[in-house]
């Protein structure tokens, strides 16, 4: 379960902003804006343009986590956690 720990806590931030292209350096340090990351550049560090979305989707199959089986662990926890959902007549 670890690993679901760590994409979690390496992902959560998708959900806080509408952004999933980061400015990001070798060492993994996500930057929030152009001027940090710029600042980061300027003193020797090399930056790249990440899309976050897309890593998380790779990471995730390299889990061993197709789609499906992602909508089926959404729709269990939302069972586990919520209550099974009452059906409209």
Known sequence: MTEIQE??????DLLKSDE?????????????SIEAAYAAKKS???????NLRETAMEDLKDMG??????????????????????RRK
């Open 7 to 12: 994409f979690v806590a390496t992902y959560a």
């Open 44 to 50: 020797g560090k090399t930056i790249e343009l990440i």
């Open 65 to 86: 986590i197709t789609k499906t089986e992602a909508n089926q662990l959404i729709h269990l926890l939302e069972f586990l956690y919520a209550g099974k959902k009452r």
């Open 20 to 32: 999933v292209i980061v400015h990001c350096d070798t060492e993994g340090n996500i930057y929030s």
